[in-house]
T-cell receptor, first 114, second 110 residues
């Protein structure tokens, strides 16, 4: 019954050691989003894919990259994690990227940087 | 600019009614969402308003006034499981994305 799946749920990485978070969806939605959410803060959009078109937010650090090899999967790569990158990372999907339609969220991956 | 304001915390009693307010300023308003987020979990969709007025869905209702840049979420017959953060989010046509408020942490006590 799972619709948006994120792996792993918890990830611990060392300062500067690259890490990849994954997201998959069974909804066949054409838009996938990555958000960063720190404790007691609003989710912050990092980037999104509309089909294969990648859209980066202007204030997303270069340290964050993303890949979408097919409709179902999307990856978030953090090339050199810093202590400030510790957060919950949420993946979301929607069916029409340019319209205000409901976004379906995955359970999130909580990243710890040591 | 874009700004969404909602109270940081609220408390309420089981069985009571609580209203969580949200005010917003954004470019190209195109709908307002309310999400519920339990601690450590993903947000889940509660409601969507694009026209002025009240939308009722079971124990939850959401109201929108576009001219005032104002919305509220009304929760009736509160249950302990309603203890969560409630996120107000606006779709900004100008920025073509969903902009979230920081959330209101609601604690329901017996």
């Amino acid at each position: 019954d799972a619709m948006v799946i994120q792996n792993p749920r918890y990830q611990v990485t060392q300062f500067g050691k690259p890490v990849t978070l994954s997201c998959s969806q069974t909804l066949n939605h054409n838009v996938m989003y990555w958000y960063q959410q720190k404790s007691s803060q609003a989710p912050k959009l990092l980037f999104h894919y509309y089909d294969k078109d990648f859209n980066n937010e202007a204030d997303t650090p270069d340290n964050f990259q993303s890949r979408r090899p097919n409709t179902s999967f999307c990856f978030l790569d953090i090339r050199s994690p810093g202590l400030g990158d510790a957060a919950m990372y949420l993946c979301a999907t929607s069916s029409r990227g340019l319209s205000p339609y409901e976004q379906y969220f995955g359970p999130g991956t909580r990243l710890t940087v040591t | 600019g874009q700004n969404i304001d909602q109270p940081t915390e609220m408390t309420a009693t089981e069985g009571a009614i609580v209203q969580i307010n949200c005010t917003y300023q954004t470019s190209g308003f195109n709908g307002l969402f309310w999400y519920q987020q339990h601690a450590g979990e993903a947000p889940t969709f509660l409601s969507y308003n694009v026209l002025d007025g009240l939308e009722e869905k079971g124990r939850f209702s959401s109201f929108l006034s576009r001219s005032k840049g104002y919305s509220y979420l009304l929760l009736k017959e509160l249950q302990m499981k309603d203890s969560a953060s409630y996120l107000c989010a606006v779709w900004s046509g100008g920025y073509n994305k969903l902009i979230f408020g920081a959330g209101t942490r609601l604690a329901v006590h017996p």
